[in-house]
């Protein structure tokens, strides 16, 4: 037998009400860009738009662990690593720890990544 699949509620199981609301709140950020999918997997719950993945989260005891593939190297203090994925676009990973931080700054980056996921990297 393979590995069991994971879910979104296995991500959302026994963490912080405050965690939890963080997810909720990425989330609503997401769908505010536009269609997508969720991938979750064991590591963390990937959306993905038309063309591949362009962020991820995953809820931890102090917070909300987030990725952002962009076309661009943030400079915030914000954003705890920046890492090259392709010679287009940058992986950035955040962590956030309140939902103050689920802001119109965070959700102008998510609207970046959601680009990415639809191929705005590829023209």
């Keep these: 037998m ?34 997508y999918e969720v991938s979750p997997s064991k590591t963390t719950v990937t959306f ?9 989260a995953r809820p931890t005891p102090q917070g909300l662990h987030v990725y952002l593939d962009l076309m661009r190297p943030l400079e915030s203090p914000r954003v705890r690593n ?6 287009r676009l940058f992986v950035h990973q955040l962590t956030l720890t309140s939902l103050d931080d689920l802001d119109e700054e965070l959700a ?16």
């Design 2 to 35: 393979g590995e069991r699949a994971w879910t979104v509620a296995d991500h959302l199981d026994g963490k912080p009400e405050q965690s939890v609301a963080m997810f909720h709140r990425f989330v609503e950020l997401v769908a505010a860009c536009g269609p």
């Design 48 to 56: 993905k738009g038309t063309r591949r993945g362009f962020a991820g």
């Design 82 to 87: 920046v890492s090259p994925y392709t010679s």
């Design 108 to 123: 102008g980056w998510i609207a970046e990544a959601y680009a990415v996921g639809g191929g705005a990297h590829l023209q």
